[in-house]
């Protein structure tokens, strides 16, 4: 590439014998300038390097619902998609039984779903444009997938059929998935924006999302984020409560409640997260502790 460069003239001054003392001056203010200004350039390189790094060593060992609902599932290979997941299955107590992921068609149209096992599912951190990103996978291909038995009924009740149960586990040679009863199965999906009440039946907020530990035995919910006040979202503030805190119920008609022995000022004396980084706070143990002081007074579900 040509670089234009560009010449510059520059008029000789003529000094008196009395400006000497003054351009002597200036020279030596330059100098003093220029010395403490390099300097914080300097620093300035580490700074985004040291951030640079915190921002690819944020690997969390708790991932949240609304950033495992929708996103891509990698087949084999690692680098196709093979579907995209469309709704988490919990039991009663929280564990993730199975994550459903589509198949086919075109931006959710024709699509198929599938159950595929929690334990079948891999979740890596990979770092991606100086992010950590959360990658899912299976150890199969688009076209194992989309042979996988797939769900007819709705709100999956399929998995509380006996010969579905028999064929999905047998399909994903999955010894230790469990055949859930109706009552005892909950969809992630289901639960969004789900009113949250406390004491004396006092609507407290809204249940924002769901917070995981997938280091643990079993990827099981660890907090619900309840989110409060604000205008269309500007503003709401996020409280997480755990889990056992929280009384979760379903009807036959699968309606869903949530209650909490708790009313709006112990929610809004609890501490606060952050969703922009999918509550981040959490990772911290002094976070995880003061929480759990904020609603050691309340009843357990």
Known sequence: MAVATHFFYLEQPQFHLGDREMLVTRILGLFLALALVVPAVADEK?????????????KSDRITATRVLGASVYGSNKEDTVGSVNDIVMTKDGKVAYLIVGSGGV????????????????????????????????????????NAPALSLEHCADLTVDSFYERNSKY????????????????????????????????????????????????????????????????EKYT????????????????????????KNII?????????????????????TNVKK???????K
């Not at 890596?124 to 996978?137: E, F, G, R």
Request: charge should be negative; charged fraction near 25%; glycine fraction near 8%.
């Open 46 to 58: 580490p700074a985004k390097n040291q951030e640079k790094e915190a921002k690819t060593s944020a």
């Open 107 to 146: 931006a959710g149209v024709g699509e198929t779903n599938h159950a595929v096992p929690a334990k079948t599912v891999n979740m890596a951190w990979v770092n991606t444009d100086d992010d950590a990103t959360l990658k899912i996978s299976v150890p199969m291909s688009a076209e194992d997938l989309e």
């Open 172 to 235: 994903f040679k999955s010894t230790d998935a469990p055949q859930l009863k109706a009552e005892e199965m909950f969809l992630a999906s289901a639960l969004n924006d789900l009113q949250v009440k406390g004491s004396g039946n006092e609507a407290i907020g809204q249940l924002d999302d769901i917070v995981f530990n997938h280091k643990l035995d079993a990827c099981e919910a660890e907090y619900f984020i309840i989110g409060s006040g604000g205008t269309l979202g500007v503003g």
């Open 240 to 263: 997480p409560v755990p889990v056992d805190k929280v009384k979760v119920t379903k009807t036959e008609d699968n309606q869903y409640t949530a209650m909490i022995d708790a009313d």
């Open 268 to 288: 809004g004396a609890a501490p606060k997260v952050t969703s922009d980084k999918y509550y981040a706070e959490l990772d911290h143990e002094e976070t995880r």
């Open 294 to 300: 904020a609603f050691a007074e309340t009843g357990d």
